[in-house]
């Protein structure tokens, strides 16, 4: 076989061979410097605003020579996941989303801002930013994130299907009947040629429909020192039966798990409720989506209760480059960066370029109404700032919720399943992270 | 072998880094993830001894854990004797004295070997409601397909569907049982007159009973572990994985969602020896019925 | 009696091509998927058949998404976890085969035994481990454990293979003066090559399938094995396409599975004989 010169020789080879493998495999691919550079990391859900953000980046590099920006790009549906594994390894990324509801729930992984924001108070000119946003920015008075976006909770409708089933635009005064009166006007059944129309939407699989009607129907979810979970109120119950009789009863939402995918946008779902501004230009984008906005429509308790959250850049609290990080938020919430993407489509969470936009003649696309979403601002509300809102409500609830839209329960019962869970829960894991 | 000596020293020599990744890979983290389950763990601070706080929660409490019991024996109630009866009927087809077996036996054996990402794929794209491969098929035999994907009641169904494609395991196992049964035997039962029905009922089916057996519980051990095909089926879709609505929440893909998203690495361990102790429990029973018919080739 | 047995073997030909027909209509499809316009792609219902084969889309997702770094880290990472179990699995298994050491057994059972434990069982504290020495992210925790004997079911089928080798070959070459490591890569190996190979392809199976770890483990796109890169890929295509008309480039993704399908197949086809005879005498499944 192999002569006795050639066998040292090959394992010698094959040696560094796989030396040269390990080398490559253990290779650090976040080193904290790299060609001389300064590397921060950004995870970022892919969205049609990637190519806004590459070109942001690529001009922050240019003014920083020092420092290359690495995005992770992530889609929406396991950005989630994705981060919290990032964050469980130690390698939480430099930059991330946060605001509201989630600086509790980030909280152990973000850096405290204050003093870097009360440094640069001029420079990123925090006057600027309305006060109830300022409000949103902080926990228990210190700073954790820097604002980009606001999402509010909105009435979104499609004009074409109301101007063909003879109806009015929806007004500001409009009430869940309301709803219910114009959605079953604009249900179409599929038929052979016609896949149909649904009047309304049902969001499901997490909160942002369902919560609204229980908030709007005098219900919660914690009790307000935040120990218990009372969706088994009657308000709560209230709520969560009209979300179901939506479709059960009216008829004018997709059986549970029948919702058509991206129905909105496909126009085959006249009404939306809840919705995300994020989603503006995905609709403007749509060629003959003609849509607008309008306020919720109002709960038999109260008009109040639909979602607002601010959006934001929040900064690892092991960062290895903070000064730079900072930098990069700074840059990315400069007023002309809002601007633009409210441009896209947005709210805008500064008062100069809300106002900018609202004078704006030469602004196009939808909404239209842009003084009915500011005006919902005033009627929309945050979602509680439990530490673990977020965790109880995907994880504990959600499936309660789920289990209902599929017929197992009626609302009252998912109420009570959902209360004790949540309540279980709260005996076994709280304390996790002080409320 | 110069030496009693030298041979202990090539065996361990030859066997350390196997015995060495015993340890580092198997046993201690088996052991730490004991210890985890009887914690409560999230990653952010150190870990706290809870007693059986974490079994408790998910045997009353979690609302997640039974319903994902529920898809995963779902899964295996259903893919399990569709699955088999694929593979034993195909089995029965190559026993044949046909030419090409070997060609057959492969062509059926490969869709099990695939890539699930890229199959789960390929299979999404074939179940879309407009213009899928399947609705097309369907249409042309004068059905109308419903919405495959996004509905909850058939997401189960067309995981379960898709899964069946790749039965090449169980049967090459079924095949060999097969290939074990002595000629004689049949010979002797078309002697007495039995037919083929008689003698597949009263010839192989008995013989065939261990083999049988074995894979039922191969079977049930693979639908306990479910991760693959029931992420990608979610990742495919855009879909948060698990989706629509928990409809393929499969304990696998429930336990790395606590684990990895909710950071419950206690809660996830416990899982996790759950899911052990079943298996071990079907493995013993295994060994126990299939002591008399398994051998060794030594 | 030849009458009906003509007719019984046409019936089960028959059947066979059929069973054949619909286990590989998938394969089909994807592969003449893989081949047709994004405008083919949106009508509905589009075209059987490519009006002309698009064999361009398999450059446009090579090269304009990169899709060959996605394949070429599979590949290193597959020829690393092969590298492992060949240089750690065959030492072992001819060790538990020919060597007479107290507890031996013992101690092969206990590795057969892990083969019984399930990932999810270890990933938690390994994967706290990997964290703490700031491995995740690179490719160490996909490939280490095949240096370390990480295919027990490769062990456990080199030896059974290894055994088949009359001792008497391994006391000649012993009298003969030929260390222990030359003869097991130059006797034992060499005359066990189908078998070896049997393990190679299972391990690259294993590795090149994979999708539970590179997903906890690989966290930068660059990095990504073809499953993620795969998954990913499609992902984005939805939520690109704006969540809008939900129209993923199909034709595309058809394209990807393509290409990640067919080294499997290949390999398949080389040594699908014994390999399909290795996994009817395990019974062991990924």
């Known amino acids: 076989m192999l002569s006795r010169f050639r066998e040292p020789a090959l394992w010698i080879a094959l040696i560094a061979l796989a030396a040269t493998g390990f080398w490559w495999a253990g290779r650090d691919r976040e080193p904290a410097v790299h060609n001389g550079r300064k590397v921060i990391t950004w995870i970022v859900t892919i969205s049609p605003l990637r190519d806004f953000y590459e070109q942001e980046v690529a001009e922050f590099e240019r003014q920083h020579p020092d420092i290359e920006v690495r995005m992770i790009w992530v889609p929406g549906s396991e950005y989630h996941m994705k981060f919290k594994t990032l964050a469980a390894a130690g390698r939480t990324p430099d930059m991330f989303y946060s605001g509201d509801v989630w600086i509790s729930y980030l909280l152990p992984f973000m850096s405290d801002l204050t003093p870097l924001v009360q440094r640069d108070a001029a420079e990123i000119g925090l006057d600027d930013y309305f006060p109830e946003i300022r409000a949103a920015m902080q926990r228990d008075g210190r700073y954790y994130v820097v604002p980009e976006a606001v999402n509010v909770a909105l009435l979104y409708y499609n004009r074409r299907l109301f101007r063909e089933a003879g109806l009015p635009e929806p007004a500001a005064d409009w009430t869940w009947d309301d709803l219910v009166r114009a959605g079953k006007k604009l249900t179409r059944p599929a038929t052979a040629t016609d896949p149909g129309v649904w009047g309304c939407s049902r969001m499901e699989g997490w909160w942002g429909e369902w919560l609204i009607y229980v908030r709007q129907a005098g219900g919660t979810v914690f009790s307000p020192d935040g120990r218990r979970c009372v969706l088994d109120s009657a308000a709560a119950v209230a709520g969560l039966k009209f979300y179901l009789e939506k479709s059960s009863r009216f008829g004018i939402s997709a059986p549970g798990g029948y919702e058509p995918v991206n129905g909105f946008v496909n126009q085959r779902v006249a009404m939306l409720v809840g919705g995300h501004v994020n989603y503006w230009l995905n609709y403007n984008q749509t060629p003959g989506l003609d849509w607008d906005v309008q306020l919720l429509p109002a709960g038999p308790a109260t008009r109040r209760g639909g979602e607002v959250a601010i959006a934001g850049y929040a900064l690892s609290n092991i960062t290895r480059h903070r000064e730079e990080t900072w930098a990069l938020m700074k840059y990315l919430t400069r007023p002309a960066a809002i601007a633009a993407i409210v441009n896209r489509g947005g709210i805008a969470v500064r008062r100069s370029v809300a106002e900018a936009t609202l004078r704006d003649p030469l602004r196009q696309g939808s909404p239209r109404h842009l003084a009915a979403v500011y005006a919902q601002l005033k009627y929309a509300e945050p979602i509680p700032r439990h530490p673990d809102f977020i965790e109880i409500m995907l994880q504990v609830v959600q499936p309660e919720i789920d289990r209902m839209v599929m017929g197992e329960f009626g609302p009252e019962e998912a109420g009570r399943r959902a209360a004790a869970a949540v309540n279980q829960y709260l005996a076994t894991f709280a304390g996790r992270t002080p409320p | 072998m110069k030496s009693r000596r030298a041979e202990q020293l090539w065996f361990w020599l030859f066997t350390g880094p196997a015995l060495a990744g015993f340890v580092l890979f198997s046993l201690w983290p088996m052991l730490r993830s004991l210890w985890l389950s009887f914690c409560q763990y999230d990653v952010v601070s150190a870990p706290h001894f809870t007693g059986l706080r974490n079994y408790a929660y998910l045997i009353f409490s979690d609302p997640a854990f039974w319903p994902s019991i529920k898809v995963t024996l779902v899964f295996a109630a259903v893919q399990l004797p569709l699955s088999l009866a694929a593979a034993l009927g195909v089995a029965l087809l190559l026993n044949q004295p046909v030419r ?47 919405a495959w994907l996004g509905s909850p009641a058939w997401a189960l169904p067309v995981v379960i569907m898709i899964s069946l494609w790749g039965f090449g395991y169980p049967m090459v196992i079924f095949l060999g049982g097969l290939q074990n049964i002595p000629r004689e035997l049949y010979e002797a039962a078309h002697i007495d007159g039995a037919g083929a029905w008689a003698r597949f009922r009263h010839v192989t089916l008995p013989l065939l009973s261990p083999v049988l057996f074995f894979n039922v519980v191969m079977g049930v051990i693979g639908a306990l572990k479910v991760f693959d095909v029931a992420y990608a089926f979610g990742a495919a879709q855009g879909l948060t994985p698990g989706g629509p609505a928990r409809a393929t929440l499969f304990y696998g893909l429930n336990l790395y969602q606590q684990a990895f998203t909710y950071f419950h690495m206690g809660l996830a361990s416990a899982m996790a020896w759950l899911l052990f102790a079943v298996i071990m429990l079907i493995t013993w029973l295994n060994f126990r019925l299939s002591r008399r018919w398994v051998h060794y080739g030594d | ?36 316009t994004q405008p083919e792609i949106l009508q509905s219902p589009g075209p059987w058949l490519p009006a002309s084969p698009q064999w361009a889309n398999y450059r446009t997702v090579w090269e304009g998404f990169a899709f060959y770094r996605f394949f070429l880290n599979s590949a290193f990472v597959a020829a690393m976890v092969i590298g492992g179990t060949l240089l750690t699995c065959c030492p072992a298994a001819y060790a538990f085969a020919y060597y007479d050491v107290r507890h031996k057994e013992l101690l092969f059972g206990a590795l057969l035994a892990t083969l019984m434990l399930p990932a999810q069982v270890t990933v938690i504290p390994l994967f706290n481990a990997y964290a703490a020495l700031h491995w995740v992210n690179t490719y160490l925790p996909l490939v280490l454990p095949a240096w370390f004997g990480g295919n027990i079911f490769g062990i456990f089928l080199l030896r059974q293979f290894f055994r088949t080798i009359p001792r008497s070959f391994i006391e000649a070459a012993r009298l003969d003066g030929a260390s222990e490591w030359t003869i097991l890569w130059q006797l034992v190996v060499p005359m066990s090559r189908p078998a070896v190979l049997t393990v190679l392809v299972f391990t690259f199976l294993w590795s090149w399938n994979d999708l539970f770890n590179p997903l906890i483990y690989l966290h930068n796109e660059s990095t990504y094995t073809l499953p993620m890169g795969l998954l990913y890929f499609i992902a984005r295509a939805e939520q690109l396409a704006g969540g809008g008309t939900g129209q993923v480039p199909w034709h595309l993704v058809m394209t990807l599975a393509t290409v990640m399908v067919l080294p499997v197949i290949v390999l398949f086809a080389i040594v699908q004989r014994r390999f399909v005879e290795g996994a009817a005498a395990s019974g062991v499944k990924g």
């Open chain 2, 100 to 146: 090409g077996r070997g060609f057959w036996r492969s062509v059926y054996f490969l869709p099990s070997i695939l890539p699930q990402a890229a199959s789960v794929a390929v299979f999404v794209y074939i179940f879309q409601s407009d213009g899928g491969l399947l609705n097309r098929v369907l249409a042309l035999a004068g059905f109308t397909g419903p």
């Open chain 3, 1 to 36: 009696m030849d009458q009906p047995r003509r007719s019984l073997n046409l019936l089960v030909v028959v059947l066979l091509v059929l069973g054949a027909a619909v286990m590989l209509l998938p394969l089909a499809w994807m592969v003449l998927t893989s081949l047709k």
